[in-house]
Nanobody
Framework: VQLQAFGGGLVQAGGSLRLSCAASGRTFSRNKMGWFRQAPGQEREFVAAITWSGGRTYYADSVEGRFTISRDNAKNTVYLQMNNLKPEDTAVYYC?????????????????WGQGTQVTVSS
């Protein structure tokens, strides 16, 4: 499975960005897709996740109501629409996929990871 994430950039506080993650390879390995982020000096944290078939979504409290995860089955792509961005959203964002539909918020339950894309929010 290969994951390619892109769409990061520099944006002012209150602005928006949309991240994309294109997936290829074994479909059974990507029953769930997730976004995680890691800021300098901090541990990686869960942002959002979605089940590939049913489209059930999960969000971290810190992004609930501001971020939206979605998927396009035809394009094998997952998106993270980020609105009302805050400086504390600054991080490298990673997409990941996994076969199991348990522990959606734990990075340990994801099997494949894409390269990160930098998101910087200026105040």
């Amino acid at each position: 499975v290969q994951l390619q994430a892109f769409g990061g950039g520099l944006v002012q506080a209150g602005g928006s960005l949309r991240l994309s993650c294109a997936a290829s390879g074994r479909t059974f390995s990507r029953n769930k897709m997730g976004w995680f982020r890691q800021a300098p000096g901090q541990e990686r944290e869960f942002v959002a996740a979605i089940t590939w078939s049913g489209g059930r979504t999960y969000y971290a409290d810190s992004v609930e109501g501001r971020f939206t995860i979605s998927r396009d089955n035809a394009k094998n792509t997952v998106y993270l629409q980020m609105n009302n961005l805050k400086p504390e959203d600054t991080a490298v964002y990673y997409c990941a996929c996994g076969a199991t539909l348990t522990t959606m918020t734990s990075g340990r339950s994801y099997d494949y990871w894409g390269q990160g894309t930098q998101v910087t929010v200026s105040s």
